[in-house]
């Protein structure tokens, strides 16, 4: 069953701007992370926030946490065209990691 | 370099072929999983090696089999498989502790297209 989910699906944007994506889940959770992924390739893991954690950053990477309303945001400020992925989030379900359809994002220059 | 090696990157088979993916982690860790990305679809959890102990997913067809020789390889074997089951199969490793994974690292991915 699925326990994240994105939103939105698919998001275009210039470079310089900035590219939110959210992700809502199911069930409570001990921690959150966001992944990565480059078309056809392996998935990247971006940033892990603990559920006892609101916000935190990581280079151009900000990820809040919102554990009552069982929903995280990742923001990628000033966008580059090497930017262009797909976007994950993940939550622990029952044995392993559990992921969404991921947020398709489009960085044109 | 994720230090999870997947081979092969590509693979062309038929329905009555029997073709093996594998993987291999380099990190020490002590879990490793096989996950399917179909197209528009979320990712897959198909089985789980962690601690020595097998878990799967129970809609995976029985075409599919794992195997687990050690905590540093991964296999997935394939027979009669059908069109559907076209898709990238993605291998991962983490270390588990007290029951639950850190942060999983991927291979590049076996993709699979199957005539």
């Known amino acids: 069953s699925q326990q994240g989910e994105e939103d939105p699906q698919a998001l275009s944007i210039q470079e310089g701007e900035n590219a939110t994506m959210n992700c809502s889940y199911k069930?409570?959770?001990?921690?959150l992370q966001w992944y990565r992924q480059n078309s056809g390739r392996g998935l990247v893991h971006l940033i892990l926030?603990?559920?006892?954690?609101r916000e935190k950053h990581s280079g151009r990477l900000r990820v809040t946490l919102d554990t009552s309303k069982k929903s995280s945001s990742l923001l990628i400020t000033a966008s580059r065209a090497a930017d262009t992925a797909s976007y994950f989030c993940a939550t622990f379900l029952s044995y392993a990691l559990n992921f969404g359809k991921g947020t398709s994002l489009l960085v044109t220059p | 370099e994720t230090g999870v090696t997947q081979t092969p990157r590509h693979l062309v088979m038929g329905m009555t072929n029997k073709k093996s993916l594998k993987c291999e982690q380099h990190l020490g860790h002590n879990a490793m999983y096989w996950y399917k990305q179909s197209a528009k679809k979320p990712l897959e959890l198909m089985f789980v090696y962690s601690l020595e102990e097998r878990v799967e997913n129970n809609s995976v067809p029985s075409r599919f089999s794992p195997e687990c020789p050690n905590s540093s390889h991964l296999f997935l074997h394939l027979h009669t498989l059908q069109p559907e089951d076209s898709a990238l199969y993605l291998c991962?490793?983490?270390?588990?502790?007290?029951?639950?994974?850190?942060?999983?690292?991927f291979g590049e991915g076996s993709r699979l297209t199957v005539l």
């Open positions: 069930t409570s959770i001990n921690n």
């Open positions: 991962a490793s983490s270390q588990v502790l007290r029951g639950r994974p850190g942060e999983l690292f």
């Open positions: 926030i603990r559920s006892n954690e």
